[in-house]
């Protein structure tokens, strides 16, 4: 039995040289090829997150040059106290930013991903794909965990080579706080994961059955952390009574803004959110709030500037006030700037599609 050759080599699996009515195709050539790979619906995601990355890298880096220049123009943070000021900046720059994204939130930032205290969309299914259950809480509880555990070692920068004092022992205490709390609050989330889909899946319909997951948790080891360590520097021993009286304002400021928190969670749990929309629970603007003030007088509790204080017969009380009256405009011109954004795409005309980024 003869066979026909050309039915012989036709090899069907190699895309070049599959036969179609008789005739062979060409191989793609390398520019056809190349831009099939890199296809606009690639591309301009791309270039979107990546402006979105560096847009954020300019905000932390402009907040770093207007306190490295608050430094240099004040002429603080010489020697060792160079360690003080940066243990206070640090820390104190992550409430403000904490607070200022959870102010972003609460106004529908981050709507895309859920994070608005709203229902996000997904394109695939949430039990198949881990990154769609990420929340904010888990990633508040990662910050955490890894805070504690950089923090065991950065404590004692100042005393390097020495003995340990009983206050470095005290902040190694607080680490490991932050170690244990943002563990559990990993597990908790991991675990209440699930139990969000299945809650998704019995309010929605059957076709939002699998698009539709909860953007947000309710895991309140993030709230506990910022709580218990409220209360722990509001009663932290200072050598000065203006230092203690600025600890203590700081930890009010967090202890309210964990109690904020926690009514946040108290409202979403009687009414959960529904829709794509986002829920702006009004708690949220205390809490940043809360944030943001204590924050900003974390970094103003440093050894030097407590210091010129005393110098200059100036009172703790004296910069909480300044504090709040600079924390409270700075979240009307971010309001104000959301504000616009929202007119300009209304403007537009289009229809507002959440995204991963600042929407």
Known sequence: MRTDSRARWDFSFFPSLAAVDGRYKRPLSWTKSR????????????????????????????????????????????????????????????????????????????????????????????????????TMEGVECLLIFIYGITNVFLEHLSGWGGAWTPQDLEHVAISLLFIGGGLCGLMVESRASFSRRQASEDSLTL???????????????????????????????QDTVESTMMHKWFGNFLTAASIMRSLTYLLLYIAPAKSISPSRPPSELVTSFGLMSGGLMLMASNRDTVDAMIENHLNAMLVATVTMGITAVLMAWCLALVAVNDWAQRREGGTKVPRKGLE
């Open 35 to 134: 831009s099939k790979m890199i296809s606009a619906d690639r591309f301009i995601p791309l270039v979107a997150s990546t402006s979105i990355f560096f847009l954020m890298v300019m905000i932390v880096l402009a907040f770093v040059a207007f306190c490295t220049g608050i430094v240099t123009m004040a002429g603080i943070f010489h020697g060792v106290q160079i360690f003080n000021g940066l243990a206070h900046f640090i820390k104190g720059g992550v409430f403000f930013f904490l607070g200022l994204i959870t102010m972003l939130r609460c106004s529908g930032c981050f709507s895309g991903r859920g994070w608005a205290w709203n229902l996000k969309v997904s394109t695939s299914s949430p039990s198949r794909k881990w990154s769609g259950s990420v």
């Open 207 to 237: 076709n939002e059955k699998q698009i539709l997951i909860p953007g947000y948790s309710t895991n309140p080891v993030p709230a506990m952390i910022i709580f218990l360590l409220g209360t722990i520097l509001g009663g932290h021993h």
